[in-house]
C-alpha cells in the first residue's frame, strides 16, 4: 500500500472511531487497524486518538526553482534572437550575452541573475517546451550529377588533418519553392570542419561562373587560407573553371568529392544548410534576380557576425556502437569564434584583429539588423502555399 493510500485509510479511521460512542465498535476497529497495518494495538490507539484532519495532498518531487512568470520571458529574448536553439547551446551563450542583454532590456536583479546563469539545459527545455515551433516541410533537391570531369576527381577517404583549420565542405541549397524548373536563387554554404567557421553567399542559378565569383568572395573572407575543398557530385561544383581555380596557384587546394547519393559524407555542411540557410530563408521561391545583392548584404555582414562569434555549437568527439544503438559523445558548445581562438594553428596577428572585431559586435544588435533586412528581401519572395515564412 502506497503512503497516500495509508494517510487516507487512517483518516477514514479515525473519523470512525471518533463518531463512534460503543467500546465493542472502538475495539473493532482498532483490530481492523492492527491487521491491516501491522500495528501494535498502543500504535494503533496512538493514531486513532490524533485530531481528525483531511489529509493534505501533498505534491511530490522538488518545489519549483525558477518561476515561470520570470524566466520565461527573459529566457524567450535569448531563444528568438539566437535564431531558437536547444538547450544545450543556449546555456552556453546566455553568459556571453546577458550583457548585451541588460543594455538593451534592463538590468536584472542579482538573485534572478545568478539562477538564470545556473539554468541546467534540462530545465530550459522544460520552460521553453511550449513555445517550440516546428517546422516539418521538407525542400527538393537540386544536385545533378557532374559525370564529365568525375573521374579526376577522387572521393574523400578521411585523408585530412581534421584539426588543422582550411579544409573546407562545400553545398548548395535550392531556393525553389516547389519547383526546380526556371531562375532562382541558390545558396553556397562553406563551413570548415575543424573551427566550423561558416560562410554562405546567393547566386543567381547555379552556373559555373556565378558559382565561381562567390567562392572567391568567400575565401577572400575567411580568417584562414583553403587547404582542402570537399563537395558533393553537382555540377556546379564538379567543373574545369573551380579544378583550375584551386589549382593552378603557388600552394594548389586539395579537391576532393563525396560519394554518390552518401550525404553523411558531406555531414558537417548538410548540417548547416539547416541551421544557416533553411531556418534563415525557409522554403519559399527566390525567383527574382534582384534578390541576390539583399541576400548577400546580409549573409556577408551581420549574419556571418551573429553565426560565427555568438552561435555555440557542439562537435561530435566519438561514436560507439552499443548492440544495435550508437552512443554519441559530445564536446561543450563553444563559438566558431571560440575554436578558432584556440587554435594554435592560428596567427596571432589574424586573432588579434578577430578579437577588436569581436569587441564591437552586439548580438542582439546584430539580430535587429538582420530582422530588418529579411522584412526588404521577403517583399520580393514568391509566397510557396501552405509553407510559413520566417516573419
Not at 491487521?35 to 493514531?47: C, D, E, G, V, Y
Not at 550575452?97 to 536583479?109: M, S, V
Not at 573521374?151 to 553545398?171: L, N, R, S, T, Y
Request: glycine share 4%; aromatic share 10%.
Amino acid at each position: 500500500m502506497s503512503l497516500d493510500k495509508k494517510i487516507d485509510c487512517l483518516w477514514y479511521f479515525r473519523h470512525r472511531y471518533k463518531k463512534t460512542v460503543h467500546k465493542k465498535e472502538k475495539t473493532e476497529i482498532i483490530n481492523e487497524v492492527c491487521t491491516l497495518f501491522n500495528f501494535h494495538r498502543k500504535a494503533a490507539i496512538r493514531h486513532l486518538n490524533k485530531p481528525v484532519i483531511p489529509p493534505k495532498k501533498n505534491k511530490r518531487g522538488r518545489k519549483a526553482i525558477y518561476n515561470p512568470a520570470i524566466f520565461i520571458p527573459i529566457l524567450k529574448q535569448f531563444w528568438f534572437a539566437a535564431d531558437q536553439p536547444c538547450g544545450k547551446r543556449l546555456k552556453a551563450l546566455i553568459p556571453e550575452w546577458l550583457p548585451f542583454y541588460e543594455q538593451e532590456y534592463g538590468l536584472i536583479e542579482d538573485d534572478v541573475k545568478k539562477k538564470l546563469l545556473s539554468l541546467s539545459s534540462a530545465s530550459i527545455d522544460r520552460l521553453l517546451k511550449h513555445t517550440r515551433i516546428q517546422l516539418t516541410h521538407k525542400g527538393r533537391s537540386g544536385t545533378k550529377p557532374g559525370s564529365i570531369i568525375k573521374q579526376h576527381i577522387p572521393i574523400k577517404v578521411d585523408q585530412w588533418d581534421e584539426k588543422i583549420p582550411g579544409f573546407m565542405e562545400a553545398d548548395t541549397v535550392a531556393l525553389c519553392g516547389q519547383s526546380l524548373s526556371g531562375n532562382f536563387v541558390w545558396c553556397l554554404t562553406f563551413t570548415d570542419i575543424a573551427t566550423t567557421w561558416t560562410e554562405c553567399r546567393a547566386t543567381w542559378n547555379k552556373g559555373a561562373a556565378g558559382v565561381l565569383e562567390q567562392l572567391k568572395d568567400i575565401e577572400n573572407m575567411l580568417p584562414f587560407p583553403i587547404l582542402g575543398f570537399d563537395s558533393d557530385n553537382g555540377s556546379e561544383f564538379l567543373n574545369w573553371h573551380l579544378i583550375h581555380y584551386y589549382q593552378e596557384r603557388e600552394k594548389p587546394v586539395q579537391v576532393t568529392r563525396s560519394r554518390p547519393y552518401k550525404k553523411n559524407d558531406n555531414a558537417h555542411v548538410e548540417q548547416k544548410n539547416w541551421t544557416h540557410i533553411r531556418q534563415l530563408f525557409g522554403y519559399d521561391r527566390f525567383d527574382n534576380e534582384n534578390l541576390v545583392p539583399l541576400m548577400n548584404s546580409l549573409l556577408t555582414h551581420e549574419y556571418s557576425q551573429l553565426k560565427n562569434h555568438f552561435m555555440p555549437n557542439t562537435k561530435l568527439i566519438s561514436k560507439e556502437r552499443v548492440n544495435s544503438k550508437y552512443k554519441k559523445v559530445y564536446d561543450n558548445p563553444k563559438t566558431p569564434y571560440q575554436r578558432l581562438m584556440n587554435s594554435e594553428h592560428i596567427p596571432i596577428d589574424i586573432k588579434e584583429k578577430l578579437k577588436q572585431q569581436h569587441e564591437q559586435l552586439n548580438p542582439f544588435h546584430l539580430t535587429q539588423c538582420i530582422e530588418s533586412k529579411l522584412k526588404q528581401i521577403f517583399k520580393l519572395v514568391s509566397v510557396t502555399p501552405s509553407v510559413k515564412k520566417r516573419l
